[in-house]
Structures are given as C-alpha cells and as structure tokens.
C-alpha cells in the first residue's frame, strides 16, 4: 500500500472513530439533560467532556454544538456552556423524543406527543384523502393489510417497521409541510413504545381495523371517514397507556 493511500486510510478511520466517540457522548448528555440529571443552570467545559470521556477537544467541541442545536445548551464567554432550561428545548427534534421517553418521565412525554399526535394526525389523514397520489393511497391499503398479517402473528418487531411507514405516509401525502415535519418524532414515539414492551403481544383488532379503515376512507376520498378512524386509532393509544 502506498504512502498516500495508507494516509487516506488513516484518515478515514480518524473521522470513524471521531464520529463514533462523538455519537457516545451525544448519547450520554443527551439522556442525562433530558432526565434532569444534568438540570438547567449546570455548567459544562471542554475539558471536563474531555477528561470525563477520553475525546479529543474537537469531538468535545462538535457534541456541544450539536446540543446547541436543539437548544439543550447554550455558550457564553466567560461563562461557559450551561445547559438551558427546559422551556427552550427543541421538543420536536426526535433525538430529545427518544432521550426523554427513555427517561423516568417517559409518562409525561408520551402524555403530551399522544396529545399532539391526536391534534395532528386525523387532520393529515383527511388530507391524505384529499391529496395523496394514486400510488399512495395504494400504498396505505397495502401496509394496512400488512400490518393486519403481522399483527395477528404476533411479529412485533416487524409490525413495528410497518407501522412506522404507515403513520409516516399519511403525514407525508397529505400535503401539509408542517405535519410532514413531524413524521420523524413519530416514528421515535412508536418505536419507543414497542422497546419499552409497552405494546400487547399481539394488537387489538380494533386497532387493526381501525388502520384499515384509515387506509380504505383515504384510497376513496373520504376525508370525514380518514379523520374519524384515525382518531379511533390514537384515542386507542391513549387508553391502552393509560393516558386519559
């Protein structure tokens, strides 16, 4: 190997490693802020990340500004990197989903995306019925039948791949940028719930059917019929979690 192309490599495994020590730290602050172990108002270094996780000033210095980012922390001269208080956060962003429903307070946050997904998602679906393509709306009636299949052979990790693509669809056909942005957030709530063995074995019939129903009113163009199934769908959820 030449002297180049072994630098190339070299080089790649730096970034690979940099990447990887990166996305172990981000991991670490993220859960820590999002469960109040690192509470608003404490102060973080560059140097302290360094020596607490064995990274480079770089990797230190990029997980900081990804936290930025979201909100989670801010920098000031003289005063350093503070983590930010919580009516600042970024809540939408589906890392901060995932790290505060793995949290002790998952009750609440699943409370309040259940509530939002209720506001959203029968709204998207009327407007799936009304403006989703062809190919779509063949899709929907597809993944429906799909998840009936895997839901009645109790494959759980399967259904939960074919959930996810379905909720996604319907927020991405229904022409709404604004409810197509949080399809990500809802596939971190939905794959939380089945990791943390919150979902039956096997799903309700009535959930089954209540996707079905979503799928056939958006694939004839009832919009009223594709809200109110949807609805039927999320009103399940939150009584299946004991949300009330």
């Known amino acids: 190997m030449s002297t180049a192309t072994q630098q190339t490599h070299n080089a790649a495994d730096d970034a690979g490693s940099s990447s990887m020590g990166q996305g172990r730290v981000l991991e670490s602050l993220g859960q820590s ?12 270094t560059l140097e302290g ?6 990274i480079s000033r770089t990797v230190a210095r990029d997980t900081m500004k990804v936290l930025e980012s979201m909100n989670l922390v801010y920098s000031r001269r003289r005063v350093g990197i503070v983590v930010q208080e919580r009516t ?9 989903v995932r790290w505060r429903l793995a949290s002790e307070r998952r009750d609440i946050q699943y409370a309040s995306l259940t509530e939002l997904r209720i506001a959203v998602e029968p ?8 403006r989703a393509s062809a190919v779509e709306r063949a899709q929907l009636v597809s993944l429906a039948a799909e ?30 940028e604004m409810f197509r942005a949080v399809e990500d ?18 799903p309700r019939d009535e959930a089954l059917c209540a996707h079905e129903d979503v799928a056939a009113a958006v694939a004839s163009g009832d919009a009223a019929a594709a809200e109110r ?16």
């Open 229 to 244: 199934a949807t609805r039927r769908i999320l009103f399940e959820v939150r009584d299946a979690m004991g949300l009330g």
């Open 33 to 44: 802020i999002a469960a109040g172990s690192l509470p608003p108002g404490t102060r973080l």
């Open 147 to 176: 998840l009936r299949r895997l839901g009645e052979a109790g494959d759980l990790e399967a259904f939960l791949v074919v959930d996810t693509q379905f909720h996604q669809l319907l927020l991405r056909s229904c022409g709404n």
């Open 123 to 130: 709204i998207a679906a009327a407007g799936a019925a009304r």
């Open 49 to 54: 990340l360094q020596q607490e996780f064995g």
């Open 88 to 96: 600042l956060w970024n809540v939408f962003d589906p890392k901060l």
């Open 185 to 202: 957030m809802v596939a971190e709530v939905l794959l939380s719930r089945t990791r943390q063995g919150l979902m039956p074995f096997k």
